[in-house]
């Protein structure tokens, strides 16, 4: 696998070439549905506020977020220019207007204060520790007084059997899927300055525990 730096991202399924079946893959093994569905209904923003899907890969919940707020405007990012093809495709294919950017999340091209909520789902587990701490610093810097912001991520498997599901993640996805595994990312938000940091969901799954997390 690519060793990741600041300035290359890793793939969503590790490797370009999985990219195009990467939609089947995460309906068949995350309980995609159930859990996007979830966290949009989470979110709460003014009907024409601004969110960002952070890392957005191929747009699926930053569709969606868009219809549950159809007046708001509704950026999604990513590293990966050929997955925002895929995003971009998808958008306009549905009719949904909304603004894809190719950037790195430890660089914000938004200006401070820009967003009401920040949401990203199967993202932080790619990230190394500094780049955690890196983009939950950027993702502050962007989101106003009082916004929110929701993760949705392989957390700390809630059992053993969860613990034993997580082991092909953990490998193919390398080191920086064992720390979110180990229950870490919670503590790095508050490190970062987030508060009122609470676990809103955890849903079992083949691949371990996606548990959701939702702090301001
Ligand atoms: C597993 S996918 C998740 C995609 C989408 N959020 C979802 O829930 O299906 C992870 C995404 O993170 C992107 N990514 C990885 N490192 C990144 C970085 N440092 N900055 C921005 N995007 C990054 C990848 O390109 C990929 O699209």
Redesign the pocket.
């Known amino acids: 696998m690519k060793p ?1 730096t600041e300035d290359r ?5 590790s490797f370009d070439f999985l990219t195009p079946f ?1 939609d089947l893959a ?1 309906k068949l093994t995350t309980r ?1 549905k159930v859990f ?1 569905e979830r966290l949009v209904g989470r979110i709460e923003i003014p009907p024409d506020g601004r969110l960002l ?6 747009g ?2 930053t569709i969606a977020i868009k219809r549950r707020f159809p007046a708001a405007t509704v950026h999604g ?4 220019s050929k ?1 925002l093809r895929i995003a971009r495709g998808k958008a306009s294919s549905t009719g949904t207007e909304i603004n894809f950017t190719e ?4 660089a914000l091209p938004y200006p401070d204060g820009y967003f009401d909520s920040v949401v ?4 932080f587990h ?2 190394t520790p500094e ?1 955690k701490r890196k ?1 939950l610093l950027e993702v502050r810097g962007v989101l106003g007084g009082g916004g929110t912001l929701h993760v ?1 991520d392989w957390g700390q498997p809630s059992n053993s059997a969860m613990s034993l599901a997580s082991m092909p993640v953990r490998w193919l996805d390398g080191a920086t899927t064992r720390d979110s595994c180990a229950g870490k990312l919670p503590g790095m938000m508050e490190e970062a300055g987030f508060t009122s940091i609470v676990e809103t969901d955890r849903f079992s799954t083949v691949f371990g525990t996606l548990r959701l997390h939702r702090s301001v």
């Open positions: 990741q991202y890793v793939p969503a399924l990467y995460v995609e996007k899907d952070l890392a957005c890969g191929t699926t919940l990012l990513d590293g990966d997955i950037a790195f999340s430890t990203s789902s199967l993202f790619h990230l780049n983009t949705a």
